[in-house]
């Protein structure tokens, strides 16, 4: 069967008001987070992710990078694999797992990190 495909541009604030990005992603079966600057802190992949939706990154991304060291959800990683839809998701679901171990998910990391990096600053 042909799966639909949608193409978010991330300048759209409407598109990604958080109702409209929840509910794409409650029906999304796969993720290509294919954004390279690191304006939002991989804000929409590490939702992705969260709620548990096999999400492709690409290697340029600084904080994906950072957060998942030699991922499989790498894009080139993928495209020399080629894995089914069913270890795609085995891959992100350990994806997850090290992204809370690191603390991704926590909603006081920034505030936790900022507070590091001033008590840092005072030394």
């Not at 193409?7 to 290509?32: P, Q």
């Not at 992949?45 to 290697?59: C, F, H, K, N, R």
């Not at 080629?82 to 920034?110: C, H, N, W, Y």
């Amino acid at each position: 069967s042909h799966l639909k495909f949608k193409v978010l541009n991330l300048g759209d604030r409407e598109t990604l008001h958080m109702n409209t990005w929840m509910k794409l992603l409650a029906n999304t079966k796969l993720c290509l987070y294919l954004q390279s600057q690191d304006f939002d802190w991989a804000t929409l992949a590490l939702e992705s992710l969260y709620l548990g939706v096999p999400t492709l990154i690409t290697d340029t991304h600084p904080t994906l990078n950072e957060l998942l060291p030699h991922s499989h959800l790498r894009l080139s990683q993928f495209l020399l694999d080629m894995p089914e839809i069913a270890e795609l998701r085995l891959k992100s679901q350990t994806a997850r797992v090290q992204l809370d171990a690191a603390g991704a998910f926590d909603p006081l990391g920034l505030a936790k990190q900022y507070t590091k990096t001033y008590e840092k600053s005072l030394l």
